[in-house]
């Protein structure tokens, strides 16, 4: 289609990735993808990013500790964050956030928390309230991760300084009855492509509720995999058997979403493209 795309959200700098990043780098490129956040997770992580920033220029770092990475981050986070950031100018915050699905319904025994220790809800807010109050001072673009803990994120939201910019709640899967009062403090919502599922009608729905000036398009790849039909592009499963999602499924998850919300593919693009400026543009 080569129409100027743009992830909003993923995770290039993923193990899961890495064996395949030359020809991914190719692909999206090839598709005609203009811009990509790539976030950090934890503190690992943040090297891997800044080095993928300088070797290709449509990536936008964002550097944060998400909420699975809370319970097992070091005494110096803070500083490490502080250091990182103001090494980074142009760079966003995230991914952070909170995440009640991981105390009250993640399986004991799910792969991708093997070995985290588990924040509990207190700490998460305390880890994520640092994170925010730093983005919300350098008004650095932001990107939360919220699952199962809506309201608890409304009362930050409603009560913390934010960055004027606004901020990215990804791969939103709140209420629809929430977008308006989220959107009047400044958030964007990114759709995802895994919500094409058959059974994730209500997230579809919901986003034809989201002011077409706060909409955006993301992948999580590596992780959030389309549905079968909808998986256009392919990779290896990981090492421990899980599926891996492909960024370049963003052409896909485009199109779809433009779809479902009954517009011309032609304006949809140049919406998301003027929103993506608007928000991570630096
Ligand atoms: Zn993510």
């Not at 290039?12 to 692909?27: K, N």
């Not at 995802?192 to 077409?212: C, I, M, S, Y």
Request: glycine fraction near 8%; proline fraction near 9%; hydrophobic fraction near 40%.
């Amino acid at each position: 289609m080569n129409q100027p795309l743009y992830d909003a959200h993923n995770h290039l700098q993923d193990e899961w990735l890495a064996p395949h990043l030359d020809q991914i780098a190719e692909q999206l490129a090839g598709l005609g993808l203009r811009g990509a956040v790539v976030n950090g997770t934890c503190e690992e992580d943040w090297a891997r990013v800044s080095e993928l920033s300088r070797h290709f220029s449509w990536i936008v770092p964002s550097f944060g500790l998400h909420p699975w990475d809370v319970g097992n981050r070091s005494p110096d986070w803070l500083r490490n964050l502080v250091a990182t950031l103001s090494g980074h100018p142009n760079s966003g915050v995230g991914e952070i956030g909170l995440d009640r699905w991981i105390l009250d319904r993640a399986r004991p025994d799910d792969q991708r928390l093997s070995g985290l220790r588990r924040a509990p809800l207190a700490e998460q807010i305390e880890v994520f309230t640092a994170q925010l109050a730093l983005a919300a001072e350098g008004n650095r673009p932001t990107t939360i991760h919220c699952l199962d803990a809506w309201g608890a994120l409304w009362e930050l939201i409603r009560t913390a300084k934010l960055p004027p910019r606004g901020f990215l709640l990804h791969a939103y899967s709140g209420p629809a009855e929430m977008v308006h009062g989220f959107a009047e403090h400044g958030a964007y919502f990114s759709f995802n492509g895994a919500f094409l599922d058959e059974r994730q009608a209500r997230h579809r729905d919901t986003f034809k509720t989201v002011p077409p000036e706060r909409l955006l398009v993301e992948t999580d790849a590596p992780a959030m995999p389309l549905p079968n039909p909808w998986r256009t592009y392919k990779l290896p499963p990981s090492p421990t058997g899980q599926p891996v999602n492909h960024p370049a499924n963003i052409e896909v998850t485009y199109t779809r979403l433009a779809s479902v919300l009954g517009l011309p593919l032609d304006d949809f693009t140049i919406q998301i493209e003027t929103n993506f400026l608007r928000l991570f543009a630096r």
